[in-house]
């Protein structure tokens, strides 16, 4: 077994990788909103959060009002449907585990299903596009891709306009299939959006689950991946960039229950501006039963300006010696000097040295996007957000 | 024909603990076409004085002046330094992950000539100089001396200076931690570079065999934070001999300020 870890912590507030006094394996879930207490603020699970500006989705003051809007532009061979609560296939990859995010169960009136048939490689990106219902509306959704046992697909989740949003969004990755999915949240400035995003990995599937955050007020999306057999592999990439007043919190969980699965956790945030403020928990769990895991994770931040604040927390919680390899590093740092003065020894002017640090800091998760409209699509949405602070 | 005039110069470093006066008065003149080989012992104060040339924020002057053809170099930020016509070959080349060295080449080339060079052109000198200093074509893709030997990096910083063309080069200790063939392939490439273009070169070295490929027409030896003796070639021949022991006890003595 080998465990590696590095932490550095340059400015802002870079986490120790602690273990929780509870194991996030006994985090409670359920369906059920009425089952979850209302949260305060000062709960684990919660304490990063401006609870006001949550509008009342954690509290139950907050009733739907409004409705998300989907329009798909699928592969032809992928199929979607507008389903009802009862439709049995809802729920497959994962439970509700926090308050807003079984709200957003108890709530929702139609979900999105998303099907890739078995043995079926797709011809093109799926593009999902869900618009807010609108400034000052409430909406609850939920959305379901499904990859049957081989198939191929990748899927883009893109968010955009106003409005408070909470949904489940749940990848049920059936047996050797393989799927790539960016949920894109690129929100008007109100927007609110509380995102809990499940993954269900079959027998050797794979899955490529990239979250890339720019816009809203505050963005909270947590991504739990289980494993529900051997041969698992998981890929969890993220990419934020949180401007003047924006909180983008992304909090992560891998559950490694079984043996010999793969997980690996990259994410990678910048910040700027007053008040912008990034949180990210990277907790992975290694039950006793999940020998020959082999996971990594790494979170990095880069605070531009005075004023943002970038919290990392990657935790590692391991219960079996039998594992193949388990790591963490999480830093946050501001503008190497060393880096832009060789550029700009090199005649590089001070502005433009910044902007290729920027995106050299982001390279490694551009590179590893392999759709290359939304990279595309992000890169240019990237140098805009360079754009409007003249790094 | 340009002048480099270094006078008086005095330099801390800001540390966590504060700051250090390294440099003690250094005086130095360079014309186009000399090369000054600047000899001195480790902690001397050598790549501070290229730092602070160059503006590194670390470095501090806290009095003296830099002149490029009269003007006040002091004034300059690190890039209208680059641009004006210096060039600094860094003992310790800086990673810049994510960003591709053909990228940084093609924007420093941008800046420096002030438009940005006909792309068919580019690539081929870009190609060839590249070709002249044994670096294989695949590191343009990667990223800026990142897990680049140190040889690789020495070669880098010379293809830097052979496509940015300065008017004053300042190579610091260019020959640390090169093997016998890095040396030949790096001192061919700063000689042509010398034969071709009119520079001045203050040539930074802790040993003298680098002396064996690039003939110096000065040598200074510099120690305890400034020059403590001039001369030519035979300098460099003296310290072959005898090491730099006599002048740390010149500066040891005199430095004390
Ligand atoms: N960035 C720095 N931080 C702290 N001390 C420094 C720094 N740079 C230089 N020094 C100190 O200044 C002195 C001269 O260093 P340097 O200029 O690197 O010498 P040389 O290049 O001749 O070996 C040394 O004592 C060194 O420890
Ligand atoms: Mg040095």
Request: aromatic share 6%.
């Amino acid at each position: 077994m080998t465990v590696t870890e590095e932490n550095t912590a340059n400015t802002a507030a870079a986490g120790e990788a602690v273990v929780p006094a509870v194991s996030r394996g006994e985090r409670f879930s359920s369906y059920d909103v009425e089952a979850f207490e209302v949260p305060g603020g000062r709960e684990e699970n919660w304490r990063f959060t401006p609870m006001k500006r949550l509008r009342g989705l954690h509290n139950g003051s907050a009733p739907a009002t409004g409705e998300i809007k989907v329009d798909a532009d699928a592969a032809p061979e992928v199929r979607i449907e507008t389903v009802g609560r009862d439709d049995e296939r809802l729920g497959a990859a994962g439970t509700p585990s926090d308050r807003v995010a079984a709200q957003a169960y108890s709530s929702f009136t139609s979900a999105t299903l998303v099907t890739v048939p078995k043995e079926t490689k797709a011809s093109k990106p799926t593009v999902v596009r869900l618009s807010g219902p609108g400034e000052g509306e409430t909406a609850y959704g939920h959305v379901q891709v499904r990859a049957e046992a081989f198939a191929e697909a990748a899927i883009v989740l893109d968010h955009v306009g106003s409005g408070t949003y909470a949904d489940n969004v749940e990848f049920v990755i059936g047996d050797g299939a393989q799927l790539t999915v960016v949920s894109v949240h690129d929100w008007a400035d109100d927007a609110v959006h509380v995102s809990e995003q499940h993954l269900r990995l079959g027998r050797d599937a794979k899955l490529k689950h990239i979250v890339v955050t720019l816009g809203g007020d505050l963005v909270r999306v947590s991504p739990t991946a289980t494993f529900a057999g051997p041969g698992g592999d998981v890929d969890m990439l993220g990419l934020y960039f949180a401007d003047a007043g924006q909180h983008q919190e992304h909090r992560l969980f891998v559950d490694h229950a079984g043996p010999n699965c793969k997980s690996n956790v990259l994410y990678k945030g910048a910040l700027q501006g007053d008040g912008a403020h990034g949180v990210w928990i990277g907790d992975v769990l290694i039950r006793a039963a999940a020998e020959g895991t082999e996971t990594f994770e790494l979170n990095r931040n880069l605070v531009l300006t005075e004023g943002a604040r970038a919290d990392s927390v990657p935790n590692l919680e391991i219960e079996t010696g039998e594992i193949a390899g388990a790591g963490h590093a999480s830093a946050t740092g501001r503008f190497d000097d060393e880096q832009l003065f060789y550029l700009q020894s090199r005649g590089i002017e001070e502005e433009q040295a910044r902007r290729l640090v920027v995106r050299g800091f982001f390279h490694e998760i551009l590179m590893k996007i392999d759709i290359p409209e939304v990279r595309e699509r992000l890169e240019a949405a990237i140098e805009a957000e360079l754009q409007a602070i003249g790094v | 024909m340009a002048t480099l005039e270094i006078k008086d110069l005095h330099a801390a470093v800001t540390t966590d603990e504060g700051s250090k006066e390294i440099l003690k008065g250094v005086d130095l003149t360079v014309r186009s076409g000399e090369i000054h080989a600047i000899m001195g012992p480790n902690g001397s104060g050598k790549s501070t004085l290229s730092y602070a040339i160059a503006g590194h924020p670390k470095y501090e002057v806290t009095s003296g002046e830099v002149l490029l053809d009269g003007e006040n170099v002091l004034d300059m930020s690190v890039d209208e330094r680059a641009r004006a016509g210096l060039f600094l070959a860094m003992q310790y080349p800086v990673e810049v992950p994510g960003v591709s060295m053909s990228n940084f080449l093609r924007s420093a080339a941008t800046s420096v000539r002030g438009e940005a060079p006909k792309l068919r052109h580019w690539v081929k000198e870009v190609k060839d100089e590249m070709a002249k200093l044994d670096i294989s074509s695949e590191f343009a893709e990667r990223s800026v001396n990142e897990g680049f030997s140190g040889g690789e990096k020495k070669r880098h910083e010379i293809l830097q200076l052979a496509l940015l063309r300065p008017k004053f080069a300042i190579l610091d200790e260019t020959d640390s931690g090169l093997d016998v063939d890095a040396l030949r392939v790096v001192s061919d490439g700063v000689n042509e570079y010398t034969a071709n273009n009119d520079v001045g070169v203050m040539l930074i070295t802790h040993y003298t065999r680098i002396l064996k490929h690039i003939h110096p027409d000065f040598v200074h030896v510099f120690a305890g934070g400034r020059i403590v003796e001039s001369g030519g070639k035979e300098l460099a021949d003296e310290l072959e001999e005898s090491g730099y022991v006599k002048y740390i006890e010149k500066a040891g003595t005199t430095a004390a300020v």
